[in-house]
């Protein structure tokens, strides 16, 4: 290749790495817009969260499986909601559900229900619909199990609350 061909080869190549570069950034971009993100436990792929709603469907409900947290790294951080992380609240962490729903929970293992507000997002491991704090699991019994069957419906009355509360 002469100089000249090496002089116009140049111009050629920045063009394509720009180009490639910039349909990189704008999958990297899709892809938070649309709330995409790793696993916590180094999962493959991608975690699609669904976006938030702004408010609750009339006769939602949900069914699946409820997890706990809060033990770990949650402690002393602040929830999606602004608010400290307090692992004797009963809260929950939802990944569609507006930020401030009060909810029934009810474990199908063991018939008992508990009331909580929702003030975070999460669960994002398996196919997990819900994330209690450490005293909700306990009103519920499943501390010893980690997880259980639930099923999970929002209480009336709550709009304005919910109206108001960060998103």
């Known amino acids: 290749?002469?100089?000249?061909?090496?002089?116009?080869?140049?111009?050629?190549?920045?063009?394509?790495?720009?180009?490639?570069?910039?349909?990189?950034?704008?999958v990297a971009c899709a892809a938070v817009r649309h709330g995409a993100v790793m696993g916590r436990h180094g999962g493959r792929g991608v975690v699609r969260r669904p976006p938030a709603m702004t408010h609750v469907p009339a006769h939602w409900s949900q069914h699946g499986l409820a997890s706990w947290y809060g033990t770990g790294r949650q402690l002393g951080h602040t929830t999606a909601?602004?608010?400290?992380?307090?692992?004797?609240?009963?809260?929950?962490?939802?990944?569609?559900?507006?930020?401030?729903?009060?909810v029934l929970v009810s474990s199908r293992q063991t018939g008992r229900s508990v009331v909580v507000r929702v003030n975070d997002r999460g669960p994002y491991h398996g196919h997990r619909i819900l994330d209690l704090s450490p005293e909700a699991a306990r009103q519920l019994g499943m501390m010893g199990r980690g997880t259980t069957q639930v099923d999970v419906r929002p209480l009336p009355g709550d709009e304005e609350e919910v109206a108001s509360a960060p998103r």
């Open 1 to 26: 290749m002469g100089r000249g061909a090496a002089r116009f080869a140049w111009p050629v190549v920045v063009a394509c790495l720009m180009l490639a570069a910039s349909g990189a950034v704008q």
């Open 81 to 102: 909601s602004g608010e400290m992380f307090d692992p004797g609240a009963l809260t929950a962490a939802h990944p569609q559900l507006p930020l401030g729903t009060r």
